[in-house]
């Protein structure tokens, strides 16, 4: 159900030295690390330096750390949307359209391998709602966004329900609220 980038990208590393499960390993901890560093960066625009520095310690002590030794989607998703955050909040605040194609890349990665990530970037609201913010700026944002949440609801609410269907794999779109509440 998940988009496949990771796997993907281990198929693509596997290409020229054959398979090994390490390296689905060494590309989560690649991303991970990567989203260690964007997330000092983000912090530190906000913060003083050293502060940062310890924030960030504590970030990766914790179990991203842990879970970022393992082939698993969740790590390198949050990873994904941390540098997604770093340069939607650097482009809301200085424009560019450089950051803009970051935050559009590194937001649609990382929603559509993990959907519930994608909750983060509500945290950019703040810059967005801000009143120095330019209008204009603001508009290229929205619509960006809205192309990230067109293909994720495509993704996950479309696609993967159209090959449920098609090649009967489970898919699980939830229950309906009276329903869970009955099985409660």
Not at 106 to 120: E, N, S
């Amino acid at each position: 159900m998940e988009f496949p980038a990771i796997p993907y990208a281990i198929h693509l590393v596997s290409i020229p030295f054959g398979y090994d499960h390490w390296y689905g390993r060494l590309i989560v901890l690649f991303i991970v690390s990567l989203g260690s560093w964007y997330f000092f960066l983000l912090v530190r625009s906000f913060i003083a330096e050293k502060t940062a520095a310890w924030a960030t310690f504590l970030f990766g002590a914790s179990s991203l750390f842990h879970l970022g030794r393992k082939v698993m989607p969740d790590p390198a998703a949050l990873s994904l949307v941390i540098i997604a955050l770093y340069y939607g909040f650097n482009y809301l605040k200085t424009g560019g359209v450089m950051k803009l194609m970051g935050y559009f890349l590194f937001a649609a990665l990382g929603t559509l391998i993990k959907i519930p990530f994608g909750l983060y970037l509500a945290l950019l609201a703040f810059p967005f709602f801000n009143p120095s913010t330019p209008l204009q700026r603001k508009i290229l944002f929205a619509s960006t966004s809205l192309v990230v949440l067109v293909m994720v609801w495509w993704w996950y609410f479309s696609w993967n329900v159209h090959l449920s269907t098609t090649f009967g794999q489970w898919y699980n779109s939830g229950k309906p609220l009276t329903t869970g509440a009955a099985e409660l």
